[in-house]
Structures are given as structure tokens and as C-alpha cells.
């Protein structure tokens, strides 16, 4: 009984780490002067590419993404989509991904061009 506790303590251990965000660009809540050609949000481990979703509209809800959101080939750790050109306003990005550990997170963040 205390062996099979055990265990299973070890194997939660092993099952931490999915996936939060380090860093992105446009920075979260930030505001930028120009249009950027793509949103790019870092994470802190590697993502399961299948499972990963990012889209970035504006604030009536209107997506301005290209549709083409995925995490980079050459760096696992990387989501990325291409932008239209955005006029001034608010837009907010949204997140989810599956962790190399199969655990999900999302969230997303706002961020303004001036
Ligand atoms: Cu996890």
C-alpha cells in the first residue's frame, strides 16, 4: 500500500512541467507603434505540435490572424501565426498547447498598436 503511494507520488513528479509562456513579441499588454508581421510567444518547454492552437483578433472579435498558426519547425518551444496588417487598436492573442508531458495549458493577452 505505502509502496504503491509511493509510486505514484514519483509518477506525478515525472508528469510536471507542461508548458507556460517566457516570453512573446508583441509583448504582453504592450504597446507598439507598428503593425508586426507575426505574433511569437516562447515557452518555457517543447510543445506538442498537433495540439496547439493561437489566434489573435481584434476587439470586435474579428480574426486577424492569417490562419497559419503553428509552432516553428526549427524551434519546438516557439507558436507563431502571421498577422494582416493591423490598424490602431487593441487585439488580443489567444493559447492553448500541449506539452511534450500531454498536459494543456492556455491563456491569452492583449496587446495594442498606437
Ligand atoms: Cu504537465
Redesign the pocket.
Known amino acids: 500500500m505505502v509502496l504503491v503511494f509511493l509510486f505514484l507520488l514519483a509518477l506525478r513528479g515525472v508528469?510536471?512541467?507542461?508548458a507556460f509562456p517566457d516570453h512573446s513579441d508583441p509583448r504582453v499588454g504592450s504597446t507598439i507603434t507598428a503593425s508586426p508581421a507575426k505574433v511569437r510567444i516562447w515557452f518555457d518547454g517543447e510543445l506538442e505540435p498537433v495540439f496547439c492552437i493561437i489566434s489573435v483578433k481584434d476587439m470586435s472579435g474579428k480574426k486577424v490572424d492569417k490562419g497559419d498558426g503553428h509552432v516553428n519547425a526549427s524551434d519546438p518551444t516557439l507558436l507563431e501565426a502571421s498577422l494582416q496588417p493591423l490598424s490602431p487598436g487593441n487585439y488580443q492573442v489567444a493559447w492553448s498547447v500541449v506539452?511534450r508531458?500531454?498536459?494543456r495549458t492556455e491563456g491569452n493577452y492583449l496587446f495594442t498598436v498606437k
Do not use: P, T
Not at 15 to 18: A, P, R, W
Open positions: 508528469s510536471e512541467g507542461h506539452a508531458d500531454g498536459h
